[in-house]
């Protein structure tokens, strides 16, 4: 267990529950609070019952031993949530995105640089290792463009582009940096306003990317088909395949053994312990929501 203070977790829904589950094996949480949900509140006592349970956030807040916060709770609570815990001077790690805007994103950054408190935002697939071999492609073979595909039933309740879209956005701005130009090809909505969306982005030396999301689709289907110079790679879940030009299929060529959210973890707790304050995830995050915000 680190030797550093204790966490405080504001939300125990599906997510809240798996970062519960992570957290907790490598640092010590000393109190959890939600909205109420008597499910989730009866989880956490059975499970985790050396965690406290508390009904107000402000008791999170409040101790002294708890220094730093983590939050999944729905989108549009994150920005008042995250500047409550930053002025109560406790590190954060908030689920993406960040805020619903850009003047939020910012404000926040400054909050927690004027503070020297860590602001590390969860844009989970850049924790993937997989992640990490597409730096290496792009450095040894020149990444042309990348397409991103994502079908899937659900998530109706928050906005397609802040909830779905921003992951795709995350792997994108990380890898390459701003776009150059954003078109947005098509979008329309069946459930709610905009269930389906399909966009473009014009990146530095001639590099595209294309992301195209269905939340009404009836399987679930997440993968990346990376273009290069030299072949052509897919990104499914843990696993990276290169098309064997010779058999003209794809072969594996490396198996993540850790998943996202354990590295995600780990590297939160790494940075909690660093004498420097790194606001690399948060930057990221940041030009996350500026990327929507042309969108919208």
């Not at 924790?127 to 397409?147: A, D, G, P, V, Y």
């Not at 996202?260 to 909690?272: A, D, H, Q, S």
Request: net charge positive.
């Amino acid at each position: 267990m680190s030797e550093m203070k204790k966490l405080g977790i504001i939300g125990i829904g599906n997510w809240g529950k798996n970062l519960v589950r992570e957290l907790s094996k490598i640092h010590c949480i000393k109190k959890c609070s939600s909205n109420g949900n008597l499910k989730n509140i009866r989880w956490l006592k059975k499970n985790y019952p050396s965690i406290q349970y508390v009904s107000d956030s402000k008791e999170i807040f409040a101790d002294k031993e708890i220094n730093a916060v983590i939050i999944a709770t729905p989108i549009n609570t994150h920005y008042k949530i995250v500047k409550k815990a930053l002025l109560s001077k406790k590190h954060v790690f908030v689920e993406k995105p960040i805020s619903t805007n850009l003047s939020e994103a910012e404000e926040l950054i400054e909050i927690a640089k004027k503070n020297n408190l860590l602001l590390f935002v969860g844009h989970i697939f850049i924790f993937n290792e997989i992640f990490k071999k597409l730096i290496q492609i792009s450095n040894r073979e020149n990444i042309t463009h990348l397409n991103f595909l994502w079908n899937k039933f659900g998530t109706f309740d928050e906005d397609i582009f802040l909830n779905l879209v921003s992951h795709d956005l995350s792997i994108i701005l990380a890898l390459f940096g701003k776009p150059k130009k954003i078109k947005l090809i098509n979008k329309f909505g069946v459930i709610s306003k905009c269930d389906v969306v399909t966009l473009i982005l014009e990146l530095p030396n001639k590099k595209t990317c294309q992301i195209h999301v269905n939340r009404c689709s009836n399987h679930k289907q997440k993968y990346v088909t990376i273009f290069t110079q030299k072949n052509i790679y897919v990104w499914d879940d843990l696993s990276l395949f290169k098309n064997n030009k010779k058999t003209n299929s794809f072969k594996l060529v490396f198996q993540s053994k850790y998943t996202p959210l354990e590295i995600e973890c780990k590297e939160f707790v790494k940075k909690l312990n660093e004498t420097n304050i790194s606001f690399e995830f948060a930057n990221i995050a940041k030009d996350v929501i500026q990327v929507i915000q042309k969108l919208k």
